[in-house]
């Protein structure tokens, strides 16, 4: 306390204290917020105050001085507990990092099935090792070579070269009879989404240190399947895979992945399998939430007003983004049902705000979810879904959908 001035010895040969120094040496420390607050006695030539007087304005300055440490100290607690945290999540962070990279990813295919893999699974993957965890866990069914990447990334910068220079304009249908040229045009759409991807990172759009490898996924993957061309959406879910992979094997990645029979479904518009997805998703929400199934029904809100945007973005456009990549850690361990799984732990974590609210207030609120959602939380909302109908799982519910024309996918 020396280096603030403050004298805290009372031995022989000091004078008594004033009643400035009895209140500075009673606290711990001098509040921030009352360093230009100093009780001083009139100047000498001036009268002096009456002793009532006196003793009243150092009783007001002792208790400004009391109430400004007290909440100094909370404010003090509140960093002091932060700074824990953050220490605490580091070190559980990196002691992960080192069982994912010593253990785990070594015996790969004899640990990613076990219990304990399983468990820390669901915890999250640490960030350094999530783009490798991914990746095997998407595994590569379509054989793509990064050689493979660079011929189709090659074929659109060919394309892009040889493309006019006016500003792109929205296709005005995507029937699937379009020529496979009409298909590889919606090159030219993908800078339209590019600058709507992440705008707040500021790092995707044009001059931005990721807009070249976003470019290059997306106008890679349009000539790689320009049956499905580029649909929007798509830029999110590149952009997530460019933030945790090197670009080629992002690619990889973000091509198997949207192989998957349910990503499949809603990029390539399938109505007829979309509403089959939809209608076992509400088996499922009816089982889970009764109630607010109910209150969805009378208000007319469907699956499909909320649920595209957070299928077709594997929700990295809906959550947070470090919210949504936990939710793609365990996306890529349990597949498909567990997007819909996550769908229902958010309406179970909103449920009573959700139940007073009429249709367009539901609406607003699912299409754009609170900034701030706590990982944990949402994550013990999720852990509480049961996936399961009249003994039935997901897969069973969703086939037995498909395999005969149920009166529920009618409109």
């Known amino acids: 306390w020396r280096s603030i001035g403050l004298d805290v010895s009372d031995g022989p040969g000091h004078s008594p204290p004033s009643p400035r120094q009895s209140v500075r040496k009673n606290l711990d420390f001098e509040p921030l917020s009352t360093t230009a607050l100093i009780l001083e006695d009139r100047p000498a030539n001036l009268p002096a105050k009456p002793a009532e007087e006196a003793q009243?304005?150092?009783?007001?300055?002792?208790?400004?001085?009391?109430?400004?440490?007290?909440?100094e100290l909370k404010e003090a607690q509140k960093r002091r507990k932060q700074l824990e945290d953050r220490c605490k999540l580091e070190e559980s962070i990196g002691n992960a990092a080192q069982t994912w990279n010593q253990e785990i990813l070594p015996n790969w295919s004899a640990m990613c099935t076990s219990r304990r893999v399983r468990e820390l699974w669901w915890q999250g993957v640490p960030p350094s090792v999530r783009g490798k965890v991914w990746s095997l866990a998407v595994g590569n069914e379509l054989n793509i070579t990064h050689e493979l990447f660079n011929i189709c990334l090659a074929r659109a910068r060919e394309k892009w070269k040889s493309m006019p220079t006016a500003p792109p304009t929205e296709p005005e249908t995507?029937?699937?009879?379009?020529?496979?040229?009409?298909?590889?045009?919606?090159?030219?759409?993908?800078?339209?989404?590019?600058?709507?991807?992440?705008?707040?990172?500021?790092?995707?759009?044009?001059?931005?240190?990721?807009?070249?490898?976003?470019?290059?996924?997306?106008?890679?993957?349009?000539?790689?399947?320009?049956?499905?061309?580029?649909?929007?959406?798509?830029?999110?879910?590149?952009?997530?895979?460019?933030?945790?992979?090197?670009?080629?094997?992002?690619?990889?990645?973000?091509?198997?992945?949207?192989?998957k029979p349910c990503q499949m479904a809603f990029f390539r518009v399938d109505h007829s399998l979309m509403l089959k997805y939809f209608a076992a998703f509400e088996?499922?929400?009816?089982?889970?939430?009764?109630?607010?199934?109910?209150?969805?029904?009378?208000?007319?809100?469907?699956?499909?007003?909320?649920?595209?945007?957070?299928?077709?973005?594997?929700?990295?456009?809906?959550?947070?983004?470090?919210?949504?990549?936990?939710?793609?850690?365990?996306?890529c361990r349990d597949g498909d049902e567990f997007l819909f799984r996550v769908a229902l732990g958010i309406l179970r974590l909103y449920e009573d705000v959700l139940t007073r609210m009429d249709f367009i207030h539901n609406?607003?609120?699912?299409?754009?979810?609170?900034?701030?959602?706590?990982?944990?939380?949402?994550?013990?909302?999720?852990?509480?879904?049961?996936?399961?109908?009249?003994?039935?799982?997901?897969?069973?519910?969703?086939?037995?959908?498909?395999?005969?024309?149920?009166?529920?996918?009618?409109?």
């Not at 499922?284 to 009764?290: A, H, Q, R």
């Open 174 to 259: 995507e029937d699937a009879s379009l020529s496979l040229a009409d298909r590889e045009a919606s090159l030219e759409l993908i800078k339209l989404d590019i600058s709507r991807t992440f705008p707040h990172l500021c790092i995707f759009q044009q001059g931005g240190p990721y807009y070249d490898m976003l470019h290059s996924i997306l106008g890679a993957y349009t000539c790689y399947r320009p049956d499905v061309g580029y649909v929007q959406g798509m830029s999110f879910i590149a952009a997530v895979l460019i933030l945790n992979l090197d670009t080629p094997d992002a690619f990889i990645a973000f091509a198997n992945l949207l192989n």
């Open 363 to 411: 609406a607003q609120f699912l299409t754009r979810l609170p900034d701030h959602i706590s990982p944990d939380q949402l994550f013990s909302h999720i852990h509480a879904v049961h996936m399961t109908s009249k003994n039935r799982k997901w897969g069973q519910v969703l086939q037995a959908l498909q395999e005969r024309n149920s009166p529920v996918l009618k409109r």
């Open 56 to 71: 009243k304005h150092r009783q007001q300055y002792e208790e400004m001085v009391a109430q400004a440490k007290k909440r």
């Open 283 to 331: 088996v499922f929400f009816e089982e889970n939430l009764p109630k607010l199934f109910v209150h969805f029904k009378e208000n007319n809100l469907t699956p499909d007003i909320y649920l595209i945007d957070w299928i077709f973005t594997l929700y990295s456009k809906s959550l947070p983004l470090d919210l949504a990549c936990r939710v793609w850690d365990v996306f």
